[in-house]
Each structure stands twice: as structure tokens, then as C-alpha cells.
T-cell receptor, first 109, second 111 residues
Framework: RKEVEQDPGPFNVPEGATVAFNCTYS??????FFWYRQDCRKEPKLLMSVYSSGNEDGRFTAQLNRASQYISLLIRDSKLSDSATYLC??????????FGQGTELSVKP | DTAVSQTPKYLVTQMGNDKSIKCEQNLGHDTMYWYKQDSKKFLKIMFS???????INETVPNRFSPKSPDKAHLNLHINSLELGDSAVYFC??????????FGPGTRLTVL
């Protein structure tokens, strides 16, 4: 079993839709949680950190449930430019990031 | 200005050859990393250096040898290349080991 698992995708949604990505992690010692975004043939870039209290950045909302070892990302009012692969990332500390396999999102006009 | 740069961007080579990939960051970060992203898109850490000292060394064949001449550079040398080494290799850096900034990647193809 992978340490970080995500919805396989791909998700194909129309512009304006709300889409939710889920992620689970297996190591309860995990300390930090992130969503990264990777455009096709580009490098991953940090989208947002995820906090236990939940956090929002514009149209993006991230939630963390430590008891269930579950992380989510909600994107509201999807734009064409949101099309990318979204990577769930977990850290146990010491700078080592564990990446999920990513969920591909395609937003269509 | 490019924050994390890698050279070359593309590398096509024959099995058995030795090759190097270079990485430089101008962000003043202390920690640098090498990751491998395979054809299934999984991104896995290979090595991490903090201020020229090796701190993470995952289960990577010893044909892979990182070298950090100073804290702004982390190079990756690969001996006796194999078909399975074909992947995209990303360099990254971070100030405190939390948010990591990735380079554009080096697409290695072994024929």
C-alpha cells in the first residue's frame, strides 16, 4: 500500500463546477500536509499548506482530518487554468516529502 | 531570474553510459533535494543535502551519486545507465525543509 493515496482521476469537469479531491495517508506520525499542483511537463509547485483547522485561499479550500488520516481539496468555480495534476503531499519532518500519485483535473469550456 | 535551474533539460543516452545533471539555486536555501518522477508520475525523493551535508539517502542504487560543491549546487552523477533510469529528475530547494521549490526537471531517456 502506498503511504499517500489519492483518487485516481482523471476528473473532467465543466467551467464553473465545484470539484473535490480526496487523499489518505497511512503514517500517523505525519506532521505537515500540502497540496502541490503540477502542470503538464512542468515542475510541481506548492498550491497550499493544509492545517487541522482547515484553510481557504480564494476558490481553494483544504481540510485535514488527523483522526481519519484524510486530506481534501475543494475547488469552487473551476477555471480552464485550473487544469493540472494535483498532488497530495505529506511530511514526517526532516524535509522528506511523500507524494501521492496525483489526480488529473481537466476543466472544459 | 530562475530560482532553481537544472541542466540539461533533456538528456538522451545509451545504456551503460555515465552522465551528470547539474542543479543550482539562487534562493539562499540551505537544503537541496533530488527527486525522480517515473512514467507513472510518482515523485520520489532520492537524496537531500543540508549545507553540503547528506541528510536523506533513500534506497537508491549506488550508481547514483550526488555531489554538493557548495550549498547553492547539488549535482547528480549516474554511472552505468540502465533502461529503468529513464524518468524526469527534479532538483528542489527549501529554506527550512517545508515548502520546496522545484527546478524545471531533466528528462532522461536511456536507449
Amino acid at each position: 500500500r502506498k503511504e499517500v493515496e489519492q483518487d485516481p482521476g482523471p476528473f473532467n469537469v465543466p467551467e464553473g463546477a465545484t470539484v473535490a479531491f480526496n487523499c489518505t495517508y497511512s503514517n500517523s506520525a505525519s506532521q505537515s500536509f500540502f497540496w502541490y499542483r503540477q502542470d503538464c511537463r512542468k515542475e510541481p509547485k506548492l498550491l497550499m499548506s493544509v492545517y487541522s483547522s482547515g484553510n481557504e485561499d480564494g476558490r481553494f479550500t483544504a481540510q485535514l482530518n488527523r483522526a481519519s488520516q484524510y486530506i481534501s481539496l475543494l475547488i469552487r468555480d473551476s477555471k480552464l487554468s485550473d487544469s493540472a495534476t494535483y498532488l497530495c503531499v505529506v511530511s514526517r519532518g526532516g524535509g522528506k516529502l511523500i507524494f501521492g500519485q496525483g489526480t488529473e483535473l481537466s476543466v472544459k469550456p | 531570474d530562475t530560482a532553481v535551474s537544472q541542466t540539461p533539460k533533456y538528456l538522451v543516452t545509451q545504456m551503460g553510459n555515465d552522465k551528470s545533471i547539474k542543479c543550482e539555486q539562487n534562493l539562499g536555501h540551505d537544503t537541496m533535494y533530488w527527486y525522480k518522477q517515473d512514467s507513472k508520475k510518482f515523485l520520489k525523493i532520492m537524496f537531500s543535502y543540508n549545507n553540503k551535508e547528506l541528510i536523506i539517502n533513500e534506497t537508491v542504487p549506488n550508481r547514483f551519486s550526488p555531489k554538493s560543491p557548495d550549498k547553492a549546487h547539488l549535482n547528480l552523477h549516474i554511472n552505468s545507465l540502465e533502461l529503468g533510469d529513464s524518468a524526469v529528475y527534479f532538483c528542489a530547494s527549501s529554506p527550512e525543509g517545508v515548502e520546496q521549490f522545484f527546478g524545471p526537471g531533466t528528462r532522461l531517456t536511456v536507449l
